[in-house]
């Protein structure tokens, strides 16, 4: 797979993307992987590096086709630099504009989705 697909630096971001494309949860690619869930973890969050091993082991994951019209629709979520949702990452954060041009802005949620109680 070339550089410009996976970048040394965002394997994690890459993982964390695929993750969700696929729905798998951090425990099953742990699995996969031969590693702990909280590894997964630091590795999507970039506090720890991927081995050379589990970096291949991505690039072969990132280079199977997707499946189903919803896995093609999730590829086709980009990062947007005019939305932002306040303790998000920037490139966690993606959207898919369905009429051409996103909105700009700041994102919140009804309050029936926040998670901190």
């Known amino acids: ?6 970048k040394p630096s ?7 993307r695929w993750r969700v494309l696929h729905r798998v949860k951090q425990s099953h690619a742990a699995e996969l992987f031969k590693v702990t869930q909280s590894t997964i973890s630091r590795w999507e969050s970039g506090v720890q590096a991927m081995d050379p091993d589990a970096h ?13 019209a919803a ?6 979520l980009k990062a947007h630099a005019g939305l932002e949702l306040p303790g998000i990452p920037a490139e966690y954060f993606q959207a898919l504009a369905f009429d ?9 949620y009804h309050e029936a989705f926040d998670t901190t109680e």
Request: charged letters at 20%.
């Open 1 to 6: 797979m070339s550089d410009t697909l996976l």
């Open 10 to 16: 965002l394997p994690g971001i890459a993982l964390r």
């Open 56 to 68: 291949l082991q991505l690039e072969r994951l990132l280079a199977a086709r997707l499946e189903s």
């Open 71 to 76: 896995d093609q629709a999730l590829a086709r």
């Open 100 to 108: 051409g041009e996103l909105p700009v802005g700041v994102v919140s």
